[in-house]
């Protein structure tokens, strides 16, 4: 079949090779255009732009899909079908319409639960027990297309978004391959219309650690925010960044009181302790957190109950 494959996060690739393995015929791929990245500010390629120049396969990296320039070339190619994974934005119907088979969307939840932007980080936070993958039909209104089939994935309750997602794109690649290949022999169904929850874009001031909260609840934000943006506390004023915490089976600390041992750091809640695992102090790289409270040289150490600087 061909296709033109739509996507620009690394979470996309294990979907181009998956379809590409599959024998089909990737035409094109479309990605976010280049952006500044690093100090330099140097405009890159998305992760999805750098694998296709690798292969030689053209690259369309419309600022707007509804661009007519976009659309004159996407029609050209004329598609049979085109997936998509993580492609970053909404496609009108016009564009929707190309495609014989139209648009096939890898969305890592289980659709109607999680429709939006962080389906994984917002699995995490709210302690769901299982999620999983969905290809369904692209249509204009968010996540709502007809379903062609999902895979289911049980949560341990220990791992973190970054992780999650990364086993989701390569059980999610396998799903799309599938899909696309029995394209024009299915018919998807409809979504149930009851279980629909949004699952909008993390912000920075959200993820901000509330130390009156349980240690558990405080536990799923850091791991749904890991490694992005990622959970955040203030000591003085300055933002230390939590990457890694788990409960600890103490409960004699204060709320956002911080007790540094040899080998660990702990920090009083709303309901038991928590054990700071890796941190990222601000101006500083990411580091072990018994590092860091080695260098904290005082007892009574309290995390800000304020807001402090970002």
């Known amino acids: 079949m061909r296709l033109v494959v739509a996507g ?20 094109a791929v479309v990605t976010r255009p280049d952006a500044a990245r690093g100090r330099s500010k140097k405009l890159l390629p998305s992760e999805v732009g750098q694998w296709a120049s690798d292969k030689g396969i053209p690259t369309l990296k419309p600022q707007r899909p509804r661009d007519e320039d976009f659309i004159a070339e996407l029609t050209e190619i004329a ?17 929707l319409d190309i495609p014989r088979f139209g648009w096939v969307n890898l969305h890592f939840s289980l659709l109607p639960r999680w429709r939006g932007a962080a389906p994984v980080q917002r699995a995490i936070m709210a302690g769901d027990e299982v999620t999983g993958a969905t290809v369904f039909e692209l249509v204009k209104e968010l996540d709502a297309g007809p379903l062609y089939g999902s895979v289911i994935q049980p949560l341990s309750g220990t791992e973190t978004a970054g992780e999650l997602l990364d086993l989701l794109a390569h ?6 391959a599938d899909v696309v290949g029995s394209l024009g022999s299915v018919t998807p169904l409809p979504q149930d219309a009851d279980g629909v929850t949004v699952a909008p874009k993390i912000e920075v001031d959200e993820v901000r650690l509330d130390w009156t909260r349980p240690a558990a609840e405080l536990d799923r ?15 003085d004023g300055d933002r230390v960044k939590v990457a890694l915490a788990r409960p600890f089976d103490t409960t004699d600390l204060a709320p956002g009181q911080v007790r540094a041992e040899k080998r660990r750091v702990l920090v009083g809640t709303g309901a038991g302790d928590l054990e700071l695992v890796r941190v990222q102090p601000a101006g500083k790289k990411e580091m072990a957190a018994p590092d860091w409270g080695r260098g904290l040289h005082a007892d009574g150490v309290r995390f800000d109950a304020e807001p402090g600087g970002r």
Do not use: N
Request: hydrophobic share 50%.
């Open 79 to 95: 598609p049979d079908a085109c997936p998509v994974i993580a492609y970053g934005a909404l496609l009108p119907q016009r564009v």
């Open 221 to 235: 934000l850091i791991r749904g925010a890991s490694p992005e943006p990622m959970a955040w506390t203030t000591l």
């Open 171 to 176: 059980e999610g690649a396998a799903l799309l």
């Open 8 to 27: 620009t996060p690394s979470v996309a690739i294990p979907s181009l090779e998956a379809l590409a393995a599959a024998g089909h015929e990737i035409a």
